[in-house]
């Protein structure tokens, strides 16, 4: 078919297609619309290299939580088999390694721009193109937009009066300086307990002079158990490599790891210790499969919740910092489930003490220090693990404007509304790789961001063969999704953790909803698969 040209000479450069962001999702977009469908690319990323989330993610003990033979690309199968992970999990130098590795096999770095920040993106429903403006002045005009721009990368400082008053230094997890931060005999405080501040505060303590940890909500982990690779495990992976892809393309997580077919209601209180026993000491995100009906039925999961409880209580030794590690309100991985290494075990240090901010919060940042109602804790640094502006946070910040000049911030007043997590209804053209909607955050982001890439480049492959210039959900198939995932949602004990990212309480101000779909990565990869064979079910597709 002849391709549908732009008409009007626009104002910037033209491209084919805009891909925002340079992690995981962006080069793998690349790719895919580059050298398979032949088209004129356009990345533009903010950071000078490659790495995404992990371009930023650079504090002490940044690690993934996914292991590294499930923590990658598998499209390929040659360059699944050129790289070697040396730990169980990645750390956050040697991700930054293996994406460079994959940009440099497959040549992706030329065709980015770096250094450069999208600070604004309008469609034209005239021309049907997307102009997209960034912090260094460049216009591009394309018809397809792409963003890659990951789930957690907004960083949330929250605004506590003082801050800027604040004479020592602080520093957001989310955006570490590259070269690092020496807190020798420095008194350090760390604001957050999430997954980054479990990771980040045994690396500190070791050492900081002091290091104070403030917790607003106690958080479960489990011990992670990293440790190198043993040989035979690599050479194993590398000759699994189909089975491998196969295992994670049918798991709700798209994780390698099998989930239990029994409850645990089937096993008596004596059985269910020895299994959780079992699993605590394998480590990792495995331990939330020891039974299926963990994070759907509360009182298994109280089984759950209450092991890991009794273990803080066993690890910590002092019985008033135990009560306030173990002073958990919800369900365990009802919140995103943390995974570390000696988290608990360091409040046995002599330079560590917590401060439970649910009994003694914060009032401000002084010039010294961070002042509770009970009094001031001086510090020359302050640690914000305190996380981010998830899953819309990022989309936002790009000012998108769809037709008429409609913010997507409008739209998305109540809560985010999309069709899959890929499209909204009056932004044609406009794809969101993991947006909000979508599996993501709930699955190992490399399965999710190979499914959403491939879909994208199909559907756009499909628009040109067709001869359509045009492609966005019906309004009735956006709001049919929107009770998709929250009845997804609520199928599980996730929704009524009030206090969780996952419906955006972590950010004043911002709608309550259950932000991504708990449906499973397999169900949504064979639903998405369905809808684009049903001539893309729910979608206009307009010539
Ligand atoms: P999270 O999981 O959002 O954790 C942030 C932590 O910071 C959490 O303990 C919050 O407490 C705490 N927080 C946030 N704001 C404040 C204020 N204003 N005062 C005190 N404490 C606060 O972010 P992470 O970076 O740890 O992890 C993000 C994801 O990255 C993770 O799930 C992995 O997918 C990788 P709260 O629980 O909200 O009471």
């Known amino acids: 078919m002849p391709q549908p ?41 903010a950071g000078d290299g490659v790495g995404g989330t992990w371009y930023w993610n650079r504090y002490p003990g940044a690690r993934c939580d996914s292991e590294s033979h499930n923590y990658c690309y598998m499209f390929s199968e040659e360059i699944y088999k050129q790289w070697t992970w040396s730990e169980r999990y990645p750390g956050h130098d040697e991700i930054r390694r293996y994406i460079n590795f994959v940009a440099d096999t497959l040549d992706l770095k030329r065709s980015f721009e770096f250094s450069s920040r999208v600070v604004d993106a309008t469609y034209d429903d005239s021309a049907n193109t997307w102009t997209v403006k960034t912090d260094t002045g460049e216009i591009y005009v394309a018809r397809y937009l792409i963003t890659a721009v990951g789930c957690l990368s907004t960083a949330n400082v929250p605004a506590i009066p003082g801050l800027e008053t604040f004479k020592g230094r602080w520093e957001h997890t989310g955006s570490w300086p590259h070269e690092g931060v020496d807190f020798r005999g420095k008194r350090v405080g760390m604001i957050g307990t999430g997954s980054t501040g479990i990771q980040c505060a045994p690396v500190i303590a070791e050492t900081a002079k002091q290091l104070t940890v403030f917790q607003r909500t106690a958080n479960y ?22 089975a491998l892809r196969q295992k994670m393309h049918a798991s709700p997580g798209g994780h390698d790891y099998p989930i239990s077919e029994r409850s645990a209601h089937e096993f008596t209180p004596e059985q269910r210790q020895a299994m959780y026993e079992k699993a605590w000491e394998f480590g990792g995100l495995h331990f939330r499969g020891t039974f299926r009906d963990v994070v759907i039925d509360r009182a298994a999961n109280e089984t759950a919740s209450d092991f890991i409880k009794a273990k803080i209580r066993s690890i910590v030794k002092d019985p008033a910092t135990a009560d306030k590690l173990a002073d958990i309100d919800h ?29 003694d919060p914060i009032e401000a940042i002084t010039p010294s220090g961070i002042k509770t109602k009970t009094g001031e804790h001086p510090l020359d640094i302050i640690v914000f693990a305190t996380g981010y502006d998830a899953m819309t946070g990022p989309l936002l910040k790009l000012n998108i404007k769809g037709r008429n000049g409609l913010p997507l911030g409008d739209i998305w007043k109540s ?31 490399p399965v999710a961001v190979e499914q ?18 045009r492609m966005e959900p019906k309004p009735e198939a956006v709001e049919e999704w929107v009770q998709s995932v929250n009845e997804a949602a609520q199928a599980t004990l996730l929704p009524h953790t009030p206090h969780s990212w996952y419906l955006g309480a972590n950010i004043p101000g911002k709608p309550r909803m259950f932000m991504p779909y708990a449906g499973g990565m397999a169900r949504y990869r064979k639903l998405c698969a369905e809808i684009a ?9 307009t010539g």
């Open 533 to 541: 064979a049903d001539s893309y079910r729910g979608f206009t597709l």
């Open 415 to 445: 809560g985010p509304k999309s069709y899959l997590g890929i499209q909204m209804h009056g932004f044609p053209n406009l794809f969101t790789i993991t947006g909000p909607g979508s599996p993501s955050v709930l699955t190992n982001m």
């Open 452 to 469: 959403h890439a491939e879909w994208i480049a199909d559907a756009i492959a499909h628009l040109r063969k067709t001869g359509s210039a």
């Open 5 to 45: 040209q732009i008409k009007s000479q626009p104002q910037g450069k033209v491209r084919d297609a805009l891909v925002i962001g340079a992690g995981f999702a962006g080069l793998y977009q690349v790719h895919l619309l580059r050298d398979r469908l032949g088209l004129d690319v356009q990345g533009i990323e």
């Open 331 to 359: 369900g365990y991985s009802t919140k995103r489930p943390p995974i570390d290494t000696d988290y608990f075990e360091t409040y046995n240090r002599d330079n560590v003490s917590l401060v439970c901010l649910r009994s």
């Open 221 to 242: 982990s489990v011990p992670a158990r990293n440790a190198p690779l043993p040989e035979a495990f690599k050479e194993k992976m590398r000759a699994n490599y189909a």
